[in-house]
């Protein structure tokens, strides 16, 4: 499932509500993530959590890309 959140604010800046919109992912992603999973999910259980976090920052570094795009790009 591929989720957009959006917050809304009150005038003092506290969350008063969150909408959230899901989609069905894309055939794209379907290829591409399970194996990413799996990447990570190896690296975190060898070496933490945070390794797996660095893992998947290196992967978008080398793909040029941020989080944001890598996942808007994999829907479209």
Do not use: W
Not at 1 to 18: F, P, Y
Not at 21 to 35: A, E, N, T, W
């Amino acid at each position: 499932v591929i989720a957009n959140v959006t917050v809304t604010l009150d005038k003092d800046g506290k969350v008063i509500d969150l909408h959230s919109v899901r989609r069905k992912p894309s055939s794209k992603s379907m290829q591409v993530i399970p194996g990413l999973y799996k990447q990570l999910l190896e690296q975190e259980k060898s070496a933490g959590v945070q390794a797996s976090e660095k893992l998947l920052n290196k992967i978008l570094q080398d793909k040029g890309e941020t989080y944001d795009d890598f996942i808007f790009n994999l829907q479209h």
